[in-house]
């Protein structure tokens, strides 16, 4: 995964050394278009297996390892056209958002279909599976905080469910 250092000088110092001391749960900040900005050690074992995107929506709809790695690939498509429509929803203006929604819907047939018909509810907790070649099929469970409402930033952590366990 490409340096998110300069990403990173945009999130609050003390949020990601709160973040960076979760040494067992994987932590994720993300902006309205839902790139990358931050992500702690676990979430980079995790996420960097399979992607060098920093931008979540993307990896979803363009890049095949996400179908593979995430195991309810259909579910996780329609949350993040969901979140990207709240995030036009708050900034219709946003110059980087509509750039990213012109490229997906460009590319994608599905970004396309979904985008077309989807509703702005997103999940700000619930359950994502991973399928990993050495990990096996692993069930987090994840909530979503808001950040700072100007900036629109948001805080995904995730816990394993039931006996998985992240721990090196």
Same mark, same amino acid.
């Given at each position: *995964?490409?340096?998110?250092?300069? =990403?990173?000088?945009?999130?609050?110092?003390?949020? $990601?050394?709160? *973040?960076?001391?979760?040494? !067992? !749960?994987?932590?994720? &900040?993300?902006?309205?278009?839902? /790139?990358?900005? +931050?992500?702690? =050690?676990?979430?980079?074992?995790? !996420?960097?297996?399979?992607?060098?995107?920093?931008?979540? +929506?993307?990896?979803?709809?363009?890049?095949? @390892? +996400?179908?593979?790695?995430? @195991?309810?690939?259909?579910?996780?498509?329609?949350?993040?056209?969901?979140? $990207?429509?709240?995030?036009?929803?708050?900034?219709?203006?946003?110059?980087?958002?509509?750039?990213?929604? @012109?490229?997906?819907?460009? %590319? %994608?047939?599905?970004?396309?279909? =979904?985008?077309?018909? %989807?509703?702005? /509810? #997103?999940?700000?907790?619930?359950?994502?599976?991973?399928?990993?070649?050495?990990?096996?099929?692993?069930?987090?469970?994840?909530?979503?905080?808001? &950040?700072?409402?100007?900036?629109?930033?948001?805080?995904?952590?995730?816990?394993?469910?039931?006996?998985?366990?992240?721990? #090196?």
């Amino acid at each position: *995964m490409r340096t998110l250092n300069l =990403l990173e000088a945009s999130v609050q110092p003390e949020l $990601l050394q709160l *973040m960076h001391s979760w040494r !067992y !749960y994987p932590a994720v &900040i993300v902006d309205p278009q839902l /790139e990358v900005l +931050a992500l702690n =050690l676990t979430a980079q074992r995790l !996420y960097g297996r399979v992607a060098d995107e920093t931008n979540l +929506a993307r990896f979803v709809f363009g890049n095949q @390892a +996400a179908r593979d790695f995430l @195991a309810d690939w259909p579910k996780v498509a329609r949350d993040v056209v969901a979140g $990207l429509r709240v995030a036009a929803g708050n900034d219709p203006r946003n110059p980087a958002l509509r750039v990213l929604v @012109a490229e997906l819907t460009a %590319s %994608s047939t599905e970004f396309r279909s =979904l985008w077309s018909h %989807s509703k702005a /509810e #997103p999940s700000s907790a619930g359950v994502l599976r991973l399928r990993d070649a050495e990990l096996g099929l692993m069930s987090l469970n994840f909530q979503v905080f808001g &950040i700072d409402d100007r900036t629109g930033q948001q805080l995904v952590v995730f816990q394993p469910a039931g006996t998985a366990d992240l721990r #090196p």
